[in-house]
């Protein structure tokens, strides 16, 4: 349970199920709420052992957030964020993305 005495899958933003994937893609944005949802999960073990794990995963969501927030268009899917990223010749959001499915 967490800490108001409601399941953590109640109080979940998106699960990664409920992400749209269409012909364009994977939508970024459902994709960072489901993964910032799945931080908030270690929360529960009550551990600081725990907390390598999140910062990392936050740091590369940070990464994501940060192209989609720079470019919102040119990021709507994953796919396109890559495509663009690839384009300019960037790799911070990419690189966050394989670090963040790894």
Not at 46 to 74: H, M, W
Request: charged residues 30%.
């Amino acid at each position: 349970m967490a800490a108001d005495n409601t399941c953590y899958f109640d109080q979940m933003k998106r699960s990664f199920a409920d992400v749209p994937v269409t012909d364009e893609g994977v939508d970024t944005l459902a994709f960072l709420e489901a993964c910032e949802d799945l931080v908030r999960l270690f929360d529960l073990f009550g551990s600081k052992a725990f907390t390598v794990v999140q910062n990392d995963l936050s740091g590369n969501i940070a990464k994501i957030r940060t192209r989609y927030d720079a470019c919102p268009e040119k990021s709507k899917t994953l796919e396109l964020l890559v495509e663009n990223e690839k384009a300019e010749k960037k790799k911070d959001a990419t690189q966050g993305l394989l670090w963040l499915t790894r």
